[in-house]
């Protein structure tokens, strides 16, 4: 468990990092004067200059950042400085982060539709080499008394000296309800082990819960050539993209209609998100790298959002910029970001406070 969370803090810190990258890429490209690119957040541990620029390595193991001379003021005189570039340019330089999101996602699915992608297929579907996978497991079930784990892959099931071997979720939903209150048998695979898993389905579930309370996935490992993987991981990309506005569109439809979040929505923070790459990894690689794609994704649209503090903010300053032909305020642009990035700080409080007491 350790060290699949220290492997999701290293994994979101590393796609931050390949973000600055994009800044610091086009930000060299372009003749910008790069005074510092880090690894990590501040205060510094080491730092060795090169060139101009100082490469550092940080005590707060989060991200990275990258400081360019002229950033944070509309000081054109100086003509390596961010803000004497050309707005075309500006706009590049704040891009390529956002892009370079989408980008990451696309990359690590194509090389999981490569390897061989996990993909979700119904109980009609024909595969041969079908399974049937847990991806959950409810608090205090009988399947987590019995010590079921997400990711265990059921390969038959054991009921009074017959075994019946499973390549479908009904079947695992069958045996469950027709011998509730009576002990069963799962042979399940874990980390390539088999294990035989003794328990009781409950007769009468709490709704939603099932007899023996676990979410039950069939499943199908299909690879693919290099470019259909590489086409598929952008389209992959792409739907990832639209669920993220879909999802958005739910929860603030239903916020507007005073109907609450929806069912098993909820907003986490990193340490919710690290919590959620770690129940992933011990799945399996497949399923890890996966959600590390819809975590990048869901990290480019919200940089790409039109609000200050954001690089879809700085975008709209840049935007209005080129429409007035000149600067927004300085004053204006440092006062909205200040206060913009104040209510994304207590926004960000909120939700850790919220997932350290849902740890505890």
Not at 104 to 118: D, N, P, Q, R, T
């Amino acid at each position: 468990m350790v060290a699949t969370i220290l492997l999701s803090i290293l994994t979101l810190s590393l796609l931050i990092l390949l973000h600055e990258l994009g800044h610091f890429y086009f930000a060299k490209k372009f003749g910008v004067n790069v005074e510092e690119f880090g690894m990590f957040l501040p205060p510094r541990i080491w730092g060795k200059k090169i060139g101009e620029t100082i490469y550092s390595i940080n005590w707060i193991p989060f991200g990275g950042f990258v400081k360019m001379q002229g950033e944070d003021d509309n000081n054109q005189k100086e003509p390596r400085s961010f803000a004497s570039k050309p707005i075309w340019q500006r706009a590049v330089i704040i891009a390529a982060g956002v892009v370079s999101f989408w980008l990451i996602s696309v990359v690590i699915l194509s090389g999981v539709f490569m390897s061989g992608a996990v993909e979700a297929v119904d109980d009609n579907d024909p595969a041969a080499n079908a399974r049937v996978q847990i991806i959950s497991v409810v608090a205090d079930s009988p399947a987590f008394s019995a010590g079921i784990k997400t990711g265990d892959i059921v390969k038959s099931v054991k009921v009074g000296g017959e075994i019946t071997p499973v390549d479908r979720v009904a079947q695992v939903q069958e045996a469950a309800a027709d011998f509730g209150g009576r002990e069963m048998i799962l042979e399940i695979e874990r980390a390539g082990n088999v294990l035989e898993i003794a328990l009781t389905p409950r007769e009468n579930p709490p709704a939603g819960e099932g007899a023996m309370g676990v979410g039950l996935m069939r499943t199908v490992q299909k690879s693919y050539s290099f470019f259909s993987a590489i086409g598929n991981g952008a389209v992959a990309t792409w739907r990832m993209t639209l669920g993220v506005f879909d999802g958005w569109g739910q929860i603030i439809g239903r916020l507007v209609k005073k109907e609450g979040m929806p069912p098993g929505a909820e907003l986490v923070g990193p340490i919710g998100i690290v919590g959620l790459m770690s129940d992933q990894a011990q799945m399996g690689w497949n399923y890890y790298l996966q959600f590390v794609a819809m975590i990048s994704v869901y990290l480019a649209v919200l940089n790409a959002l039109p609000i200050p503090a954001l690089d879809g903010g700085r975008l709209i300053f840049l935007a209005l910029e080129a429409i007035r032909r000149k600067p927004v305020s300085e004053k204006i642009e440092q006062s909205l970001t200040a206060v913009f990035y104040g209510l994304l700080m207590v926004l960000m409080l909120f939700v850790i406070v919220k997932d350290i007491i849902r740890l505890f």
